[in-house]
């Protein structure tokens, strides 16, 4: 589902012409409620944040706007709200500002004045969020709630990185290309006592060999030829706080020996320096090697393996997480949107529903990849099939051939084979089809159970358990 705005009015033919103008117009799906009490249920139940704006009823039964309005600004204060109603006084425009709604339109309004006051709070609305993103990342306060699937496909993977967040022993993140280790790199950090001192990433494999250990460790001045100044290296850059050797596998072995010691004697030995420097970092290496395979290619060195190694964490691929491609999908569509300072834009189902089906080789960086070049080439507020085509033609062949198992709707048709071409046990089709179920009745866990012909109460037991068990279906 796209994004939606939820309509909050005991008035049934409000919500329908508000409803119909919001499509049309701007091609947003609506949520209704009659009150502000089952307003807040339905914002309770949104697991996946769809719901993106509140147009909320001054009048109503059960709950009131105002009452309703005041619980919002304190639960949920980045969704913005606009005040609707009857009313000609202006003592509740005032009110309802200072309370923190971003608009308040009277009734009867016109369509065109609606359409651009909720543009504009969606537009708002997404500015907010990429700035809060950006001071988290400025301040590494990045966590494991920032990233996208960490109560669903990623649920395992940040229940063991909680718990090595609360320590300081080295980590070893693996996983395949693009799957977004340093993200997760990051939370780890943003959640350890070292939060507060600096988070230094460094790609070993783009460093040129010659320069791996002045890099890492530094270099006093004259150490070698075009050494003119005297610099510090990664590691004392990084003091107090946490490095990151992504794609450490591609640490040259003498480069190796160093870092061993780094680890043993916690410090380090600058290139034509006369004694080593004590450093106190926290250390996370990455990789999308198989470093056991490396050590029997005499490419890696064991003692160094099993210190790097301390805890495990496997980075699940995208295909793995299918549950994770919408979400995905929608924040690299927003985040664009804030950084361009362009209208809030919306992808429409069969869209989502063809990515859902590709099997994602190149992970999450080729979903951003993909999505921002269509943003380039979309026409409209609506991202579609035609966009996605133009730049990644692959997706459409991969499909075509049969290579991912998979069709047009997951709703209506589901593959029984997963990407090894072996079919599912009847646990995953079961954790599967519940998170399609889930998909299609827009986030009601009630519609959803009885379509399922299984209790609420069972329902959500299942549910729980698949998320303590790291199998919310994922991306």
């Not at 210190?307 to 994770?324: F, Q, T």
Request: proline share 4%.
């Amino acid at each position: 589902m796209n994004a939606s705005v939820l309509i909050v009015d005991d008035d049934l033919m409000q919500q329908k012409m508000l409803s119909t103008l919001l499509q049309r117009k701007l091609s947003l799906n609506s949520l209704t409620a009659p009150n502000g009490r089952d307003a807040l249920q339905i914002l309770e139940d949104d697991k996946t944040s769809q719901i993106k704006l509140i147009i909320l009823d001054l009048e109503m039964p059960v709950m009131g706007g105002m009452e309703t309005l005041d619980i919002l600004t304190r639960q949920y204060p980045s969704l913005p709200v606009i005040m609707l109603t009857g009313s000609k006084d202006i003592q509740d425009a005032t009110k309802a500002m200072k309370m923190g709604a971003i608009d308040f339109i009277t009734k009867p309004y016109e369509g065109d004045r609606m359409a651009v006051t909720v543009k504009n709070a969606l537009k708002l609305s997404l500015l907010s969020k990429e700035v809060k993103r950006l001071q988290s990342e400025k301040n590494s306060r990045f966590s494991f709630e920032d990233l996208i699937g960490y109560n669903g496909g990623l649920s395992e993977s940040v229940r063991i990185g909680q718990k090595a967040a609360a320590s300081d022993i080295p980590v070893l993140l693996t996983g395949e290309t693009g799957v977004g280790k340093e993200a997760f790199a990051k939370a780890i950090h943003g959640e350890s006592i070292r939060a507060q001192s600096p988070f230094i990433a460094i790609n070993c494999g783009a460093i040129p060999t010659q320069l791996v250990e002045s890099t890492l460790f530094g270099h006093e001045k004259g150490a070698f030829t075009g050494a003119t100044e005297k610099t510090k290296g990664k590691f004392r850059e990084a003091e107090g706080g946490t490095i990151l050797l992504d794609e450490v596998g591609e640490l040259p072995l003498d480069a190796q020996v160093k870092l061993l010691r780094v680890l043993q004697q916690k410090e380090v030995e600058p290139v034509g320096a006369a004694k080593p420097v004590p450093v106190n970092v926290r250390i996370i290496s990455a990789t999308n090697r198989d470093l056991q395979a490396e050590i029997q290619k005499g490419r890696f060195r064991e003692d160094l393996y099993f210190r790097l190694n301390v805890l495990e964490i496997k980075i699940p691929p995208l295909r793995e997480r299918k549950s994770d491609i919408a979400l995905l999908t929608r924040y690299f569509i927003e985040r664009i949107c804030a950084q361009n300072n362009a209208p809030p834009c919306t992808i429409d189902t069969q869209t989502e529903e063809h990515l859902y089906t590709y099997g994602w080789p190149g992970n999450v960086r080729e979903l951003e990849n993909t999505i921002n070049r269509a943003m380039v080439l979309r026409d409209s507020d609506v991202l579609t099939i035609e966009n996605i085509l133009k730049t990644a033609p692959k997706i459409e062949k991969n499909q075509s051939t049969g290579k991912t198992l998979g069709v047009q709707n997951p709703a209506t048709a589901y593959p029984l084979l997963n990407s090894e071409g072996h079919f599912k046990t009847i646990k995953q089709i079961e954790q599967e089809i519940m998170h399609i179920a889930l998909e299609h009745f827009e986030q009601n866990i009630s519609k959803t159970a009885q379509a399922l012909g299984i209790a609420k109460s069972t329902f959500y037991r299942k549910y729980n358990d698949q998320i303590k068990n790291g199998s919310g279906g994922g991306t």
